[in-house]
Nanobody, 125 residues
């Protein structure tokens, strides 16, 4: 079992930046590939970014490439999502998730075993 707690969300103007953190506890953090997803009201949960167990591989949704960066610190049991040049359409609840399958990168939410409670990101125009 892994417990995940996101933080760092908030209200920011378009063009601004936020850094989300996701702290993990429970099993060995480096056993899990990690992902970030977002869900806007009335919309399905969509992939944002993922990182492999030892950060050798990362993958991003096309819409965030060049603006968002995923990173992890296994010593701190934490995964991060640095979000720059934010746009109003980035407004959503952001969730981190852990994948125990051993696959380096997964972009489908149904491949992830554990989820945090989410953190709200609101980008004003």
């Amino acid at each position: 079992q892994v417990q995940l707690v996101e933080s760092g969300g908030g209200l920011v103007q378009a063009g601004g930046s936020l850094r989300l953190s996701c702290a993990a506890s429970g099993r060995t953090f480096s056993n899990y590939a990690m992902g970030w997803f977002r869900q806007a009201p009335g919309r399905e949960r969509v992939f944002v970014a993922a990182i492999s167990r030892y950060a050798g591989n990362t993958h991003y949704a096309e819409s965030v490439k060049g603006r968002f960066t995923i990173a992890r610190d296994n010593a701190k049991n934490t995964v991060y999502l640095q979000m720059n040049s934010l746009k109003p359409e980035n407004t959503a609840v952001y969730y981190c998730a852990a994948d125990s399958s051993g696959t380096p990168i997964n972009t489908h939410y149904n491949r992830y075993d554990y989820w945090g409670q989410g953190t709200q990101v609101t980008v004003s125009s």
